[in-house]
């Protein structure tokens, strides 16, 4: 009998432990993933704490996966994939294909979701069983311990910035600069925009401008961000990163006439803007939710074209509980990877 590892929590918030399993094989319109690497997201807290509904223990996370096709369910073939084919499978995990938002062609926003960790198994394994067209090709030049955090992290912010309002020379801010922003800021700037980075610190200015931004805001200098970003000239979009709702508000005012203030980092706290703010200069507030298995392949060529990569430290599957840890910490430089070795 061949078995497979799995990192699984088996309670709320429970640690992580190693067993083995036996090997699946994939269904219809499924394939059987051999996992290389996974990077550690920290929406997977949504899952390991059952913060969300639906959600059924022993939990295995995961959405940042990366891997080669093992084998096929039936029909599979026929969306030209084949076994040792370099797939990654993101936080778009698959889609229902006939509730409203499937049928006019928004996969993402499908109101059945299957988003790996939550609603089958994740990549925090040496296997995975995905569907179909839950996956992207990755590029010869992406290694898969980058893939894995572009099919969440990169793509989220790649799509963030292309489906924005702003065009080329725009002016452009990314608030923060971690595990999501250290990447909008070198897609931003990749799309010719001219980028602003705002974090908390004047130390961090450096890696600011090695990642490519024009500009720089400490936003703990005393200055208010809002005032800092007029002085610039105003933004046309704002890419909210950072998961704090007090700092995304902060910049609404830096936003000129008809910008857009995209929303990426999740925080449970309300946003702490008033609907004058929005109507006097017509602005626009927008979440946005990562992208389909289509965006993430656009989203890898482009990173593959301009040589945009994240920042990651690999760990063995064995340690994902520390990698885990350390991810919630606010410890990772910037995305922790579990590799399977």
């Excluded at 294909?97 to 062609?105: D, F, L, V």
């Excluded at 002016?171 to 600069?177: D, E, F, K, T, Y």
Aim: net charge negative; glycine share 14%; hydrophobic share 40%.
């Amino acid at each position: 009998m061949s078995t497979y590892r799995v990192a699984q929590v088996t309670a709320p918030g429970g640690a992580f432990e190693l067993v083995e399993r036996e090997v699946p094989r994939p269904g219809p319109g499924h394939v059987r993933i051999a996992v290389e690497a996974c990077g550690i997201c920290h929406s997977d807290a949504l899952f390991v704490n059952g913060g969300v509904p639906g959600v059924t223990f022993p939990v295995v996370p995961g959405h940042e996966i990366a891997g080669r096709v093992d084998e096929l369910g039936e029909g599979a073939q026929e969306w030209g994939y084949r076994a040792g084919d370099r797939v990654a499978v993101g936080w778009f995990g698959g889609s229902c294909g006939h509730c409203t938002a499937c049928r006019q062609g928004d996969f993402i926003s499908c109101s059945d979701l299957k988003v790996p960790g939550w609603a089958y198994d994740g990549g925090f394994a040496d296997t995975v069983i995905a569907p179909v067209d839950a996956l992207a090709r990755i590029p010869d030049a992406v290694s898969p311990s980058d893939a894995g955090p572009m099919a969440c992290a990169g793509v989220t912010t790649y799509n963030g910035l292309r489906r924005s309002s702003a065009e080329p020379g725009d002016r452009v801010a990314v608030l923060g600069i971690g595990g999501l922003g250290h990447l909008g800021v070198q897609y931003a700037v990749a799309m010719g925009f001219e980028t602003v980075a705002i974090a908390r610190g004047p130390e961090k200015a450096d890696f600011a401008k090695r990642l490519g931004a024009h500009h720089y805001v400490d936003s703990t200098s005393g200055t208010p961000v809002a005032e800092a970003l007029q002085s610039l000239g105003g933004v046309k979009v704002v890419l909210a990163t950072a998961g704090n709702s007090e700092a995304i508000s902060a910049t609404a005012d830096g936003l000129t006439h008809r910008g857009e203030l995209v929303v990426i980092g999740a925080d449970a706290e309300p946003l702490g803007v008033s609907p004058f703010q929005l109507i006097m200069g017509s602005r626009v507030v927008r979440g946005h939710a990562s992208g389909t298995s289509q965006d993430l392949e656009d989203a890898m060529a482009f990173s593959a074209l301009h040589g945009i990569r994240p920042m990651t430290e690999t760990v063995p599957l064995e340690q994902a509980g520390e990698a885990y840890d350390k991810m919630l910490a606010g410890a990772a430089r910037f995305r922790m990877v579990l590799t399977t070795g």
